[in-house]
């Protein structure tokens, strides 16, 4: 089987949790099976990756990319970015 070219991870910790962090994994999981890369982008729920200051956390690996303080419209952005990446 081959790894996913993409891995977001997206805290679920207490602080990250009541800012949205639910929503934020929802939304990503959505992306992924919408635009058919299931194969390609996982998505992946985590305890807190101690940066709650700056919550909601999403870090995209292999890019080793940290993206806060995460919201709807930051989903989209970043989904759409990293994909396009991929492609090149």
């Known amino acids: ?3 996913p ?6 805290c679920c910790g207490k602080k990250c949790k009541k800012r ?3 929503l934020i994994l929802s939304q990503l999981k959505s992306e992924v099976k919408d635009r ?7 998505v992946i729920r985590t305890g807190c990756a ?6 909601p956390i999403v870090t995209i690996m292999p890019q080793n990319e940290w993206v806060t303080e995460v ?5 989209k952005e970043i989904f759409a ?5 991929q492609k090149s």
Do not use: A, T, W
């Open 1 to 3: 089987m081959k790894p």
């Open 5 to 10: 070219e993409s891995i977001f991870y997206v």
């Open 20 to 22: 949205g962090s639910k």
């Open 36 to 42: 058919g890369l299931k194969k390609r982008v996982q």
């Open 50 to 55: 101690d940066h709650c200051k700056h919550g």
């Open 71 to 75: 919201d709807e419209d930051k989903v």
């Open 81 to 85: 970015r990293v994909v396009s990446n």
